[in-house]
C-alpha cells in the first residue's frame, strides 16, 4: 500500500513540477508497432512500444521525466550515479513489473526495489516482459583492476523488441565484444573523455559492427561535450549507409 501511494504522488508530482525539456521523440516501425524513442539527457533514454515503457538508466531530476509514462521495465547499466539513481528510481519505477541490473547495482539496491531485480551477468540472455536481453560486457581498455570500468562489473544490453535489435553501450571503449555484434538496427554509443571513447575511437568501432543507425549519447565529459558532428563526419565517411541521428542529450 506505501509503495502504491508514493507512486502516485511521483505521478502527482510530474505533473506539476517544473521539467528540464527534452529533445524531441523518433519513432521505429516494429512488428509490435511504432516504437518510441524518447534522449532524456546524459545516459538516459526511454523505449516505448505497445503498452510497454522501458528506461534506460533513469538519472537525475525525475521532472525530467514530466508527461512520460512511468516504467514498466528499466534497464540499469553500471553503478555510478549517472547510471544508478536511487532517488530518481524510486520515484519513477517503483511500480515497474522488472528491473534488469549486473550484480554490482544489485548489491547497492535499497531492499523495497529488490524483489523486482533480474539480474544479469556478461553473456547471460533473459526475456523480461516479451522483451529479449542479451547483457554484454562493457570496460575500459586496457583492462586493469583500477579503471574506472572494469571487465564484467557493468553490463551494455542488446534488446530485441518488435523485430529490432537496439544496442545499448553503457561506459565502454570500442572492445572486442562491440565490434563483433552483428544484426543491429539501432546503437547507443558512449564517446566521453577520460571515462569512454574518444570521438575517433567511437566511430572506428561503429564501422566495425555497422548498425543502420547509430544515436551518439553520453558524450559530456570533463572537457565538455564531445564533437558529434565530427563523430557523424567520420562514420558517414567510412560508411554513408550508417544512419547517425544527432540528438540534444543535454538540454538547457
Not at 60 to 88: E, Q, S
Not at 117 to 125: K, P, R, T
Request: net charge neutral; charged share 15%; aromatic share 8%.
Amino acid at each position: 500500500m506505501k509503495s502504491y501511494i508514493f507512486a502516485i504522488l511521483s505521478v502527482l508530482v510530474l505533473q506539476t513540477a517544473s521539467a528540464q525539456k527534452y529533445d524531441a521523440a523518433d519513432q521505429v516501425q516494429t512488428s509490435k508497432g511504432a516504437l518510441t524513442i524518447q534522449p532524456i539527457m546524459h545516459a538516459s533514454l526511454v523505449l516505448s512500444v505497445g503498452n510497454q515503457t522501458i528506461y534506460i538508466d533513469p538519472a537525475g531530476d525525475p521532472n525530467n521525466y514530466r508527461g512520460i509514462k512511468l516504467a514498466d521495465v528499466v534497464l540499469i547499466t553500471d553503478i555510478h550515479g549517472d547510471h544508478f539513481d536511487i532517488k530518481a528510481l524510486t520515484a519513477l519505477c517503483g511500480m515497474a513489473s522488472a528491473i534488469v541490473v549486473p550484480q554490482a547495482v544489485a548489491d547497492k539496491m535499497p531492499d523495497a526495489l529488490k524483489p523486482k531485480l533480474v539480474i544479469m551477468h556478461n553473456g547471460d540472455n533473459k526475456t523480461v516482459s516479451g522483451i529479449g536481453i542479451t547483457a554484454l560486457p562493457m570496460y575500459n581498455l586496457p583492462e586493469s583492476p583500477t579503471a574506472m570500468h572494469t571487465k564484467g562489473r557493468g553490463n551494455g544490453y542488446v534488446l530485441a523488441i518488435g523485430g529490432k535489435n537496439l544496442y545499448i553501450s553503457g561506459d565502454t571503449q570500442g572492445i572486442p565484444e562491440m565490434r563483433a555484434l552483428k544484426n543491429i538496427d539501432i546503437a547507443f554509443v558512449c564517446m566521453n573523455l577520460p571515462y569512454t571513447m574518444t570521438v575517433d575511437e567511437a566511430a572506428d568501432a561503429v564501422l566495425a559492427f555497422k548498425p543502420k543507425t547509430v544515436y551518439p549519447y553520453h558524450y559530456r565529459g570533463q572537457g565538455g561535450l564531445s564533437d558529434v558532428n565530427a563523430f557523424k563526419t567520420k562514420v558517414n565517411a567510412g560508411d554513408k549507409n550508417i544512419n547517425v541521428i544527432l540528438k540534444n542529450w543535454y538540454p538547457g
